[in-house]
């Protein structure tokens, strides 16, 4: 079994810092892809950060500058550190991998179960 763990999300005031690490554990033979995205009541879930496997990384215009995502393979971690926090940041984070269990299965999205970032005064 899969599984996604996120953590490091908290209560943060404006212009503040956070980061954000996201684990996978189970039987996992490769990861492609790995990404963040972010989801609040009034808005759909948004792309916030991914990193491809060679290192490749695409942020949302929003982000550019702030955050930054990266990736540690040997730990099966994706990492988001976010700087000059703002309030229209606060969302649930989740961190999605593309993740392959065996060899002779396709590829699957696998998502955590999200974790609350809030950015206040």
Do not use: H
């Not at 942020?59 to 990736?71: C, D, E, L, M, Q």
């Not at 926090?85 to 002779?104: G, H, N, Q, W």
Request: glycine residues 10%.
């Amino acid at each position: 079994q899969v599984q996604l763990v996120e953590s490091g999300g908290g209560l943060v005031q404006p212009g503040g810092s956070l980061r954000l690490p996201c684990a996978a554990s189970g039987s996992i033979v490769s990861i492609s892809a790995m990404g963040w995205y972010r989801q609040t009541p009034a808005k759909q879930r948004e792309l916030v950060a991914t990193i491809t496997s060679g290192g490749i990384t695409d942020y949302a215009n929003s982000v550019k500058g702030r955050f930054t995502i990266s990736r540690d393979n040997a730990k099966k971690t994706v990492y988001l550190q976010m700087n000059g926090l703002k309030p229209e940041d606060t969302a649930v984070y989740y961190c999605k991998m593309d993740v392959r269990i065996s060899f002779a299965t396709t590829w699957s999205n696998r998502w955590g179960q999200g974790t609350q970032v809030t950015v206040s005064s």
